[in-house]
């Protein structure tokens, strides 16, 4: 039987590594990236002694640099030849106020989150285009369903995730290539670590694993292949509908008020 080939960006790691576990688990054939050489080491290990599938990984690529996802789509193409499966994972955050921040970390976020993730759809579309198949998963956040303060730049980003990926679904949704929008909230992995988010915000938000919030993911894929976002948690889906009927002016300072640094 063919491979099919699924590419995982920041797998190494959280959400990314729970997607490349539950997909070796379901057959498939993995591209597995991130920077950290050593963690994608051992995952691609422990991958291909647990499952019987082929895992290749692609080493310290940084998709903060402008070249990556070029080069990486054309070593995922001399690999795999085609990748059926791009998930767009890798992303962090930073906390505080924004002025306070460094520069250069504002801006590797937003090439990361942002610009990284547009390229690398981009590149890996014309192969499913034609086709007529393949599916693009990004992962947003529930941050990004409104401003947030002290997370103003993050919460940006998956703004853009979450809009590019409802327009990008609505043109290709005839073209028998799927777009999905993962939009997780408060999950435990080294995300907020990494942010400086030193704790939790205020409100009691259920804390998912990143196998929970993968299982979930795909279950919706499989069940509702036509619909785009996919939330998981009943709380962050009713947090998606209530913002979407408050006047953003006031929620914006709600999200300000249980963000506020101490
Ligand atoms: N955890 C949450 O609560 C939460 C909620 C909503 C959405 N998300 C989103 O979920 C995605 C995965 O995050 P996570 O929670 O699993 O956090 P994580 O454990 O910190 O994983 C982030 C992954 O992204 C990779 N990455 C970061 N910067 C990179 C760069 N410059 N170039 C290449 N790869 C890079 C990391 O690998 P290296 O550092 O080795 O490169 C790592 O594999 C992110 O897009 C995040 O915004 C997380």
Same mark, same amino acid.
């Given at each position: 039987m063919e491979a099919r080939w699924a590419l995982i960006t920041?797998?190494?790691?959280?959400i990314g590594e729970a997607f490349a576990r539950a997909l070796a688990a379901r057959g498939w054939s993995l591209l597995l990236t991130a920077r950290d050489e050593g963690r994608l080491a051992d995952l691609t290990r422990a991958l291909t002694q647990t499952y019987p599938t082929q895992v290749f990984a692609y080493r310290?690529? $940084?998709?903060? $640099?402008?070249?990556?996802p070029l080069h990486l789509a054309e070593w995922a193409a001399q690999t795999a030849?085609?990748?059926?499966f791009l998930v767009n994972n890798a992303g962090f955050g930073s906390f505080g106020p924004f002025y306070e921040l460094p520069a250069d970390r504002e801006v590797e976020m937003v090439r990361v989150n942002v610009e990284a993730l547009t390229e690398l759809t981009y590149r890996f579309l014309p192969p499913m285009l034609e086709r007529g198949r393949g599916t693009v998963l990004l992962v947003g956040s529930v941050a990004g369903f409104q401003p947030v303060p002290y997370m103003t730049t993050y919460a940006a980003t998956k703004t853009y995730v979450e809009r590019f990926g409802l327009a990008l679904w609505y043109e290709l949704r005839r073209r028998g290539v799927r777009v999905y929008v993962l939009a997780p909230g408060y999950?435990?992995?080294?995300f907020h670590e990494r942010a400086r988010?030193?704790?939790?915000?205020?409100?009691r938000t259920p804390v998912a694993t990143p196998e929970s919030v993968v299982a979930e993911c795909l279950r919706q894929m499989e069940r509702?292949? $036509?619909?785009c976002l996919i939330v998981p948690g009943w709380t962050n889906r009713l947090m998606y509908r209530l913002v979407r009927w408050v006047p953003l002016s006031l929620v914006v300072r709600a999200a300000g008020a249980m963000y506020r640094s101490r």
């Open positions: 920041g797998a190494n790691s959280g310290s690529a $940084d998709l903060a $640099d402008p070249a990556t030849g085609f990748v059926e999950t435990a992995t080294r988010m030193s704790r939790r915000p205020p409100f509702r292949p $036509d619909r």
